[in-house]
């Protein structure tokens, strides 16, 4: 074999010449490497084909990915239907309830693999398969980063279960159950009872929570096939998807159609409009801001706002509505929901397919009748699901998830009670002496980006258990933290800038009153500025650090919930301009 003088970063290089392990000598490097992969029996015909990476996220702690043995056969086969050679791996995978202290701590950190393992391993694309909430962003933040052509597999929702003849489905169930039992509705048996039958598959939560947010994010943003979004996890047509996805990877790796041709600010803004129109979960913004924030974007909340002022929910699917996923599937996926947003999207965003939006829209075809997305004239709920607040309270901005709110809360004055963080929280919410009514606003603190560390989803804080009791089901909360997606009630979100660091949430005392009006996008401290010093004074706020590992990454680099909780030096090293412009 003659030695070869060319660069391993040259344009030119494909498959296995890509990205060369440095020996000082080229033509031993690639030697070496198919050497070593001919080992597993692969043969030359095999390693001239494009090459195309499986970013594999299973693992026994995922159930939401419980599927990805069969899903990864599907893409291979795709892959080598199309004449691609696939070639899997293992990356970070995190499930919601089984991260401590949370998941969102360590989004950033499978970001990091997932892009440093995109360079490292010789590849001409990408398919990315996640689920769980964290991490289809963070697969997309990483690819966003390592910018070689990408596709997102979302792992499919659960199916639904049914406890004594009641549909129920993870999330919002899992939680309309523990607050009936919080407040002595229902006993031990049937606590036990229900525990069986919320989740009934493998699969990602049945409603409309973070992880069927960011599917059909993920398609709304061109990064999945058309229909990718709402198949259930163990169903044929998932399976088909899988299969089309890695087909369509090999296409991408042949017209080098790479991310930042599909990650433009008019994908970003048909996002947006998608996130308002399902009643999305709060995360998905979180997100946009990260994923946009590695390609130069930035998301204008304002603007957002004033989008959402036009954008109605459509979606009749929990918390905002009834129904689950699976009848989301049934009537036509997002498909049916982009027909009806056609008006209010940027048509020319391209896709993965390498058409537009607008010309998959059509393909689609007409339609046909259903009741799971209204049409703009009867929608469940006039306005986008999200509202964004201001106020001194929250200088940077704050949101409200107001389609699944209170509508007798969203205009409310009332007197603080304080929670300082998430153990003083654990300690008195269920306390007979907690001074509490239906008309205070709960006020939790140091839940943040660097205050928890992670800004954990404590922002649904439960209803103090006297209040329970005495059959109070929402009150309004206000906290520096996130909720989940599947979560519902009156509670103000993302306060920035965090407690942690000094934001006037930090100096908050019980019994101040507290004024939400979300007609008007308020949230106000009804405390004077000069009363506000003081406390500041006497006070002074310690930024929590740490002395090594990840912990001390995070701490010292993370930024706040408005740039998407995203390390600093992640993001572009210029940024281009806002979404939308």
């Known amino acids: 074999m003659s030695r070869r003088n060319q660069s391993d970063d040259q344009p030119e290089a494909t498959g296995l010449k890509k990205g060369l392990t440095s020996y000082g000598d080229n033509g031993f490097s690639l030697f070496l490497r198919k050497a070593f992969i001919k080992g597993a029996g692969y043969s030359d015909s095999a390693l001239t084909r494009p090459v195309v990476g499986i970013a594999n996220t299973g693992s026994a702690y995922n159930p939401c990915h419980g599927n990805m043995p069969q899903l990864l056969e599907a893409v291979k086969r795709g892959i080598m239907l199309a004449g691609g050679l696939p070639l899997d791996f293992p990356t970070i995978s995190i499930h919601e309830s089984f991260s401590y202290p949370t998941s969102m701590y360590l989004r950033n950190l499978m970001s990091m693999d997932t892009e440093e393992m995109i360079r490292a391993q010789p590849m001409d694309a990408i398919v990315l398969i996640g689920g769980c909430d964290k991490t289809v962003p963070a697969q997309l933040m990483g690819a966003a980063s390592a910018g070689i052509p990408a596709i997102e597999l979302v792992t499919g929702s659960m199916l639904t279960g049914s406890h004594r003849s009641e549909r129920v489905g993870a999330c919002t169930d899992c939680r309309r159950y523990w607050g009936k039992y919080r407040a002595q509705e229902i006993d031990d048996q049937e606590i036990a009872d229900v525990n069986n039958q919320l989740v009934a598959s493998v699969g990602t939560c049945s409603v409309m929570g973070t992880a069927s947010t960011m599917a059909c994010l993920s398609e709304a943003l061109g990064m999945s096939l058309p229909g990718g979004a709402s198949p259930p996890a163990v169903t044929a047509d998932r399976m088909r998807i899988a299969e089309l996805t890695g087909a369509q990877a090999v296409q991408m790796a042949h017209d080098k159609l790479t991310i930042d041709k599909i990650l433009t600010p008019d994908a970003f803004e048909n996002a947006m409009r ?226 942690a660091i000094g934001g006037p949430l930090a100096y908050v005392q019980n019994g101040d009153r507290i004024r939400l009006s979300v007609s008007r996008r308020e949230i106000s401290l009804l405390v004077s500025e000069q009363e506000l010093a003081l406390r500041r004074e006497r006070t002074p706020v310690v930024v929590p650090s740490a002395e090594r590992g990840y912990k001390k990454l995070f701490l010292d680099t993370v930024t706040q919930a408005d740039k998407g909780v995203d390390f600093d030096f992640l993001r572009a090293p210029q940024t281009k301009g806002t979404v939308p412009r």
């Open 274 to 499: 998608v996130l308002l129109a399902i009643g999305g979960s709060t995360n998905g913004i979180v997100h946009l801001a990260a994923i946009a924030g590695r390609v130069g974007l930035d998301i204008d909340l304002q603007a957002l706002d004033r989008m959402g002022k036009d954008t109605p929910v459509l979606l009749d699917l929990k918390p905002s509505g009834q129904h689950y996923m699976e009848d989301f599937h049934k009537a036509g996926g997002m498909a049916t929901l982009l027909r009806e947003l056609k008006p209010l999207l940027k048509l020319d965003a391209l896709t993965v397919t390498g058409r537009t939006l607008g010309e998959e829209i059509e393909r689609a075809g007409p339609g046909f009748a259903q009741t799971v997305v209204k049409s703009a004239a009867d929608p469940i709920y006039p306005q986008g699901g999200i509202a964004v607040l201001q106020g001194n309270l929250a200088p940077g901005g704050a949101i409200i998830k107001q389609s699944s709110a209170d509508a007798g809360l969203m205009e409310h004055e009332g007197r603080a009670v304080v929670f300082e963080d998430a153990a003083d929280l654990a300690l008195r919410i269920d306390s007979d002496e907690l001074d509490v009514t239906a008309d205070d606003i709960l006020v939790l603190k140091n839940i943040g980006p660097k205050g928890a560390p992670g800004m954990p989803e404590a922002g649904y804080i439960p209803i103090p258990r006297k209040l329970a009791i005495q059959g109070v089901k929402d009150i309004v909360r206000i906290s520096d933290g996130r909720m989940s997606g599947t979560a519902f009630g009156t509670i103000v979100l993302h306060v920035t800038p965090e407690s």
